[in-house]
C-alpha cells in the first residue's frame, strides 16, 4: 500500500518534471507538447499553459510570450471599451436626457441605434439565461471574480453594464406589454428578484457575467454567426481552467486570454453551430455520418443495431459532437477530455473516437435493450460506472486500429 | 427482446422558445420534481413515462427540443413520428407568446395532419410579471382550434392533466388508425376528440 503511494507521488512528480522542462525550454516543441498533453496535463499546474499553446494563443517563442500576451489583452480592453462601455454611456445619458431622447424606436434614421439595440438585446437576453445556467452542479460560476472589470462595476460608474442592460430590457418589455393590454401598471419598483443574483455586493461580478461578458463580445465581433446556445459550453471549460490556475498572472487576465483561446477554438469547430452548413462537407450532419461510418468499419454489430431501432446520431451525438462532450461528463473529466482533444493534430478526428469508444463500451447494453433503454443510455452516459481513462484508452486504441 | 409492458406508445413532443420551461415541465412530469437550474438543451432530450389511461398502460415517449432557431433542421425531423405536440411560452416574456404562431407553422409545415396539439402558458406561478393575459392564450388557442393550459412547472400545476389531456386526446382517436388486438371498433372513433371544429 505505502509503496503504492510511493510509487505514485514518483510518477506524479517525474510527470511534473517532464512538463516543467518542455514549458521552460526557450522554444517550445509543438510534437513534444501535443504527446504530453495526449497524455493529460497535471491538474491545476500547467494546463492553462499548455492550453494557451496549443490553441494557438501563445506563440512556441517564449521570448515573444509578454509581448504578445500584452498586445492582445489591450485589444481586448478595446473591444470592451468599444462595445460595452461606450454604448453603455450612450445609453445611460439617453435614459437620463428626460423627456428629450436624442435616440428612440420610432427615429427613421437608418443610423438609428435602436434598431441595432433591439437585436442585441435579445442575443443578449439569451447568453443570460444560458449563463446562469452554465454548470450548476459547480458553485464556481456563481461566485464572485477577484478580477471584475473595474471600469464597469466601480461605484458611480456611468455605464450601463449588461447586467443593467438585461434588467432594463426586461422591464422595457414588461413596461411595452402591459401596455398593449391596456393595463396601467407602475411597475417601477419591479426589479428582479434577488434570488436571482445571489448575495453579490455592490462593486462585485460573478465568474458567469464574466463569462456573459465574452461571449457578447464574441457574438458582436462575429456577427455572421452571432450567439449560438452552447458556445457557453465550449467557454465555460475555458474560463475556468484560467481563472483558476495557480498562476497569478494567469488569472488575472483569465477574462481576455480565455477569450482568444475561446476564438482560436470557435474558428476550428464554428462550423457545427451553423445551421446552414449542416448538410455540407464540414458542418455538424457530415460529423455525425462520419461517427456512424467508422463504427460500421470497427463494429458492424454494434453499428447494425443502432439502424435497427432506428437511433439516429442526431438523437445524442448531436450533443456529443458540438459540445465536444461537455455535457456528458463531470468537469475535472470534460478538462481531462480537451488535454487530448486540444493535442490532437488532427484536431477533432480523436473527439469521434472518443464518442465511438463511448458505445462500444456500453456495446453490450445496446446489443439486448430496446430504443427507449438505449436512448437513456446514450442521453446520460454512465460516466460512474466507465471512468473516463477506460473510455480515453479505448478511443486511443480504436484510433490505432484504424490507422 | 424484452416483454411488453404496455399496450401503446405514444410519441409526443414538446416546442417552443428557449427558456419557457420545457425541459422543466417534462422533469415536473416524469420525476415530480423541479430544479431552477437546467443546463439549456442542445438539440434533443428524451424521457419515458407510462401512464394508465381508460384501463390501458400507455407509454409516453416525449421529446424535449431545443428552442434556438439554430437547431430548428436537427429537432423539425422529429416532427414527423410525433402523435401529440406540447406548445410551451412563458407567460412572463411576451414574445414567446408572439412566436406561437410562428411554432404552429413550424407544425403545420414538417408535422403530421392529424396530430393532437396543446398550448400551455407557463410560470403561471409568476403573476407579478406576467405579461400575456390568461385571455390572449385562450383566443389564440380557439382561433386554432387547440386545447389550451396555464401551467406552473415550479409550483406543480396542471403538470400533469396537460400531459394526460393531450394522451387523452390520442388516445381518443386511437382505435381508428391503429389495428388493435381483438377487433377494431371504429365508431369510438366519432367519440373521440370533438373539438370546436
Ligand atoms: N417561476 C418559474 N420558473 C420556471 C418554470 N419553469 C421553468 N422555469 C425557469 O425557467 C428557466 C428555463 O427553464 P428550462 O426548462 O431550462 O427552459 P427550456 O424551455 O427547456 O429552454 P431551452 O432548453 O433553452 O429550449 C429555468 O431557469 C427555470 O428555473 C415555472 O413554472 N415557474
Ligand atoms: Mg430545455
Known sequence: ?403 | MAKKTYDLLFKLLLIGDSGVGKTCLLFRFSDDAFNTTFISTIGIDFKIKTVELGGKKIKLQIWDTAGQERFHTITTSYYRGAMGIMLVYDITNAKTFENISKWLRNIDEHANEDVEKMILGNKCDMEDKRQVATARGDSIAKEHCIPFLETSAKANINVEKAFMDLAQAILNKTPGRVAEPGGVNVSSQETGSKKCC
Request: hydrophobic share 40%; net charge neutral.
Open chain 1, 1 to 403: 500500500m505505502r509503496s503504492q503511494c510511493q510509487h505514485m507521488m514518483a510518477a506524479f512528480k517525474a510527470r511534473l518534471k517532464t512538463f516543467e522542462d518542455l514549458l521552460g525550454a526557450d522554444k517550445i516543441d509543438r510534437g513534444k507538447l501535443r504527446k504530453e498533453c495526449y497524455q493529460g496535463c497535471p491538474e491545476n499546474n500547467c494546463r492553462a499553459l499548455c492550453w494557451k499553446l496549443l490553441l494557438n494563443y501563445l506563440p512556441l517563442q517564449r521570448s515573444e510570450w509578454e509581448k504578445e500576451k500584452a498586445k492582445q489583452r489591450a485589444a481586448y480592453r478595446n473591444f470592451i471599451q468599444e462595445l460595452i462601455i461606450i454604448p453603455g454611456q450612450k445609453a445611460k445619458s439617453n435614459l437620463s436626457a428626460n423627456g428629450t431622447l436624442a435616440d428612440h424606436p420610432l427615429n427613421p434614421n437608418p443610423d438609428s441605434q435602436w434598431q441595432e439595440d433591439f437585436k442585441d438585446n435579445d442575443m443578449l437576453m439569451q447568453i443570460d439565461k444560458d449563463c446562469r445556467r452554465l454548470c450548476p452542479d459547480l458553485f464556481f460560476f456563481q461566485r464572485a471574480t477577484e478580477f471584475p472589470c473595474e471600469e464597469l462595476v466601480k461605484a458611480g460608474s456611468n455605464v450601463e453594464t449588461l447586467r443593467k442592460r438585461v434588467e432594463h430590457s426586461v422591464l422595457k418589455s414588461e413596461t411595452v406589454a402591459r401596455n398593449r393590454q391596456g393595463i396601467t401598471v407602475n411597475r417601477s419598483n419591479s426589479r428582479r428578484k434577488s434570488e436571482d443574483y445571489i448575495a453579490l455586493k455592490e462593486g462585485e461580478e460573478a465568474h458567469w457575467e464574466v463569462v456573459e461578458r465574452i461571449l457578447f463580445i464574441y457574438a458582436k465581433l462575429n456577427p455572421g454567426l452571432n450567439y449560438v446556445q452552447g458556445m457557453n459550453e465550449i467557454l465555460g471549460p475555458i474560463y475556468y481552467t484560467f481563472a483558476t490556475d495557480h498562476d497569478d498572472d494567469c488569472r488575472t487576465n483569465a477574462e481576455a486570454d480565455s477569450f482568444f483561446c475561446f476564438t482560436n477554438l470557435m474558428a476550428e469547430i464554428r462550423d457545427s453551430f451553423i445551421k446552414s452548413l449542416d448538410e455540407s462537407q464540414c458542418g455538424i450532419g457530415y460529423s455525425m455520418e462520419l461517427l456512424y461510418r467508422k463504427l460500421r468499419e470497427q463494429d458492424v454489430a454494434l453499428w447494425h443495431r443502432l439502424e435497427e431501432v432506428e437511433l439516429k446520431p442526431q438523437f445524442f451525438a448531436f450533443r456529443w459532437l458540438t459540445l465536444m462532450l461537455s455535457q456528458e461528463f463531470p468537469l475535472p473529466d470534460v478538462l481531462r477530455i480537451w488535454d487530448s482533444l486540444f493535442a490532437d493534430a488532427n484536431r477533432f478526428d480523436f473527439l469521434i473516437y472518443i464518442c465511438m469508444a463511448m458505445l462500444v463500451l456500453v456495446r453490450n447494453e445496446i446489443l439486448t435493450s430496446d430504443f427507449p433503454s438505449i436512448m437513456k443510455l446514450v442521453q446520460n452516459f454512465p460516466h460512474n460506472r466507465i471512468d473516463i481513462h477506460t473510455v480515453l484508452a479505448k478511443a486511443t486504441e480504436l484510433s490505432f486500429r484504424q490507422s
